[in-house]
């Protein structure tokens, strides 16, 4: 069937399965493959996008539920060559190792201070439990979460379409 969505401010229509995943769709129909899997059962958060605004773990949405929606992945926030405050922020603080997680990290750590402008420690890791990292580098990202928050960088990728029924908050489904 026929969707149109809009992904990093590209509106477009195609044809797909209703079986197909929004993070399938993102990665092998719009070619965006920063958006990585890392599970597909909605434990690690690899998958997180931002779906109206609201972080969303990808695998957990099928792409026809993005109908008509507005999508931001990770390819969509730096500005050129410009890196968003909180990709830079994670690059200062050595918030990532082998990066796999790094695109989901960042989108749940975007989608964090924009609800919580000033997170505490222990909110930012609660902020953050829906999304593993296998080379444990917690450490890092915490600290480069709670830089971009004391710079002011809550870093704004709301794209300001509603909600979409139908998935699963990036916070929710892991263990910290
Ligand atoms: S791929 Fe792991 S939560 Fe989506
Ligand atoms: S940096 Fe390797 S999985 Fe997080």
């Known amino acids: 069937m026929n ?24 990665r ?12 597909d059962t909605s434990s ?20 026809v539920q993005a109908d008509g929606a507005d999508i931001t992945t990770i390819e969509g ?3 050129g060559d410009v890196l968003h405050p909180m990709q830079r922020a994670f690059r200062e603080n050595h918030g990532l190792q082998c990066g796999f997680c ?14 919580h402008p000033h997170p505490t420690e222990a909110e930012v890791r609660e902020g953050l439990e829906g999304n593993l990292c296998r080379c ?10 709670l830089a971009a928050a004391d710079a002011g960088d809550s870093g704004a990728a709301a794209t ?6 139908g998935r699963v908050p990036a916070s929710a489904g892991a263990p910290s």
């Open 160 to 165: 300001g379409s509603p909600g979409v029924a």
């Open 102 to 115: 790094t695109p989901g990290m960042v989108m749940a750590a975007v989608s964090l201070l924009e609800e």
């Open 3 to 26: 969707i149109t969505v809009t992904v990093n401010g590209e509106t477009a229509t195609h044809d797909v399965e209703p079986r197909l995943l929004l993070v399938h769709y993102l």
């Open 44 to 63: 690690c958060g690899a998958c997180t996008v931002h779906v109206g605004g609201e972080s969303v773990k990808s695998c957990t949405m099928l792409a």
């Open 28 to 39: 092998d129909v719009v070619g965006l493959t920063g958006t990585n899997v890392g599970c």
């Open 77 to 79: 926030l730096a500005q």
């Open 136 to 145: 444990t580098g917690y450490h890092n990202i915490v600290k480069a979460v």
